[in-house]
């Protein structure tokens, strides 16, 4: 079983930058892609980034584009979340997951991390 594990979530002022971690642990992981989640209250659960391990193309939601950036060290099996310039707006639970293959969907989950940005 894949344990994917989130650190690096806190409290920052709006225009700080925090750094999420993504670390995975468990039988040998090898994901086709791993990608960050965030949900605030009341809103649904909502992709922000993926990154293909093949690859290591990336995508962004338009929200936070220019201001994310996501990055894996496969050496490590640690996906990062390098997140810049942030709002008021960007409050949530932030989730790790990982798809094993395109045909899957994204099949673990990490249990979340919150991110408070205070105005």
């Known amino acids: 079983q894949v344990q994917l594990v989130e650190s690096g979530g806190g409290l920052v002022q709006a225009g700080g930058s925090l750094r999420l971690s993504c670390a995975a642990s468990?039988?040998?992981?090898?994901?086709?892609?791993t990608g960050w989640f965030r949900q605030a209250p009341g809103k649904e659960r909502e992709f922000i980034a993926q990154?293909?391990?093949?690859?290591?193309?990336?995508n962004y939601a338009d929200s936070v584009k220019g201001r994310f950036a996501i990055s894996g060290d496969n050496a490590k099996d640690t996906v990062y979340l390098q997140m810049n310039s942030l709002k008021p707006e960007d409050t949530a639970v932030y989730f790790c997951?990982?798809?094993?293959?395109?045909?899957?969907?994204?099949?673990?989950w990490g249990q979340g991390t919150q991110v408070t940005v205070s105005s």
């Open positions: 997951a990982a798809q094993s293959s395109p045909l899957t969907g994204w099949n673990s």
């Open positions: 468990g039988r040998t992981f090898s994901a086709y892609a």
């Open positions: 990154v293909w391990t093949a690859t290591g193309l990336v």
